[in-house]
Nanobody, 125 residues
Framework: QVQLVESGGRLVETGGSLRLSCVFS????????MAWFRQSPGEEREYVAA????????GYTESVKGRFTISRDNAKNTMYLEMNSLKLEDTGVYYC??????????????????WGPGTQVTVSS
């Protein structure tokens, strides 16, 4: 059974940096497209970034381009999200997700089969 567990979320000031991790277990992560989504209070879950099977293909929502970097280490079954120049609007619960479909599923939450419980990121002024 596939399980995902996120870590690394915490309180950080605007302009700061964080690195989130997602540990994948139960199968080989290299067989899955991986992604990060986030959800703020009262808002719907939104796509943040995705990375293809090998890590070569990546995609980002417009608001995080140039600030966030998604990556994966298939040997460690771990995915990462490096977040820089954090803004107040980056606050939310960050979820990692896995899909057996190819990278083309990108931003579509309904295409992801497995989800982690989330890690809270709070950006304060």
């Amino acid at each position: 059974q596939v399980q995902l567990v996120e870590s690394g979320g915490r309180l950080v000031e605007t302009g700061g940096s964080l690195r989130l991790s997602c540990v994948f277990s139960g199968r080989a992560m290299r067989e899955y497209t991986m992604a990060w989504f986030r959800q703020s209070p009262g808002e719907e879950r939104e796509y943040v970034a995705a990375v293809g099977f090998s890590g070569t293909s990546t995609g980002y929502t417009e608001s995080v381009k140039g600030r966030f970097t998604i990556s994966r280490d298939n040997a460690k079954n771990t995915m990462y999200l490096e977040m820089n120049s954090l803004k107040l609007e980056d606050t939310g619960v960050y979820y990692c997700a896995a899909s057996s479909y190819t990278f083309s599923v990108g931003q579509f939450a309904h295409s992801y089969h497995y989800w982690g419980p989330g890690t809270q990121v709070t950006v304060s002024s």
